[in-house]
């Protein structure tokens, strides 16, 4: 038996994952914000034999998530937790920054509504000394891209956390899974404008997370290759490294 929670799970990858596990014996925590898109996904996954929660709820709202999580913990104890959800901004066409309220939502969903997400469930995983927290980073927190520092800081602040928090869980019996993925094709890599390097299916995306999670991986970097060269740039000096980064001009329409 397993209960997953997903944020996120009204489209994209987060309803790629619900259905991909949705089965019988799976119990699926859902949370997102559009009421007939996320109840859509939810009665597919139904169909698939899954028993399926729903909440529509900000992940930005930290108290109202933990009360939710709470709750859905009590019915069925959480194995698997994936913060997935996740929103995009960045400069504009026009040559303007991204502006303060941009930042704060890309850092408030992307970073802090992970965090809510994954806290309130962290002590009652430890006391069972079993389960998984799943975390949506991004290759574009392997190196900030001019173009969307925000989310690129957001995505490198998730994955410090999930780098820190499976090296304290692994001798607690929790494992960490940190997802790096470089573009697959949702409703957020249609707002990247430029080049899509490497682009795949969601659902391609979904079975690289999901099969690093049946395996129990600490890291899924997916293209490999991509995420490698993004890495690469951070060794190099500085000017050099940020020449180099000029040429993905990876612009956003937020
Ligand atoms: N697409 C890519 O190329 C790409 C590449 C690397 C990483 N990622 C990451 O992968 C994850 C999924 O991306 P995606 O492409 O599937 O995005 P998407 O199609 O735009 O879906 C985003 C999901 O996040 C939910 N969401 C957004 N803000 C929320 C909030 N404040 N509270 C609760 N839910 C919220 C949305 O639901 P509602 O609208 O119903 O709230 C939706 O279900 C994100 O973390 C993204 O940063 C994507």
New binding site residues.
């Given amino acids: 038996m397993s209960a997953i929670v997903i944020?996120?799970?009204?489209?994209?990858?987060?309803?790629?994952l619900a259905q991909g596990w949705a089965g019988p014996g799976v119990t699926l925590h859902l949370?997102?914000?559009?009421a007939p898109?996320?109840e859509g996904v939810a009665g597919a996954c139904r169909a698939l034999g899954a028993t399926v929660r729903t909440a529509?709820?900000?992940?930005?709202d930290a108290p109202a998530l933990a009360a939710q999580l709470l709750a859905w913990d009590d019915a069925a104890p959480t194995t698997l937790v994936v913060?997935?959800?996740?929103?995009?901004g960045g400069t504009r066409p026009d040559g303007g920054m991204e502006g303060q309220d941009s930042v704060q939502r890309v850092l408030?969903?992307?970073l802090l509504?992970a965090v809510n997400l994954v806290e309130p469930l962290l002590p009652r995983l430890v006391a069972r000394g079993a389960g998984r927290v799943v975390l949506?980073?991004?290759?574009?927190g392997f190196r900030g891209l001019p173009d969307s520092p925000a989310?690129s800081a957001s995505?490198a602040g998730l994955w410090a956390y999930g780098e820190a928090l499976r090296a304290l869980l692994a001798l607690r019996g929790v494992g960490v899974t940190n997802v790096?993925?470089?573009?697959?094709?949702?409703?957020?890599?249609a707002?990247?404008l430029g080049k899509?390097p490497f682009?795949v299916s969601?659902e391609r995306?979904a079975g690289h997370v999901m099969r690093a999670v049946a395996r129990g991986a600490g890291r899924c970097v997916f293209p490999w290759g991509f995420g490698l060269m993004l890495r690469l740039l951070e060794l190099l000096p500085a000017p050099l490294a940020d020449k180099l980064t000029r040429l993905f001009r990876f612009r956003v329409d937020s």
Avoid: Q, W
Wanted: proline content about 2%; glycine content about 16%; some cysteine.
């Fill in positions: 944020s996120g799970a009204s489209r994209g990858l987060g309803a790629a949370i997102g914000r559009d898109a996320l529509l709820l900000d992940v930005r913060a997935n959800a996740g929103v995009t408030g969903v992307n509504g949506i980073c991004s290759v574009a989310y995505k790096a993925p470089g573009f697959f094709r949702s409703e957020m890599g707002r990247f899509h682009e969601v995306a």
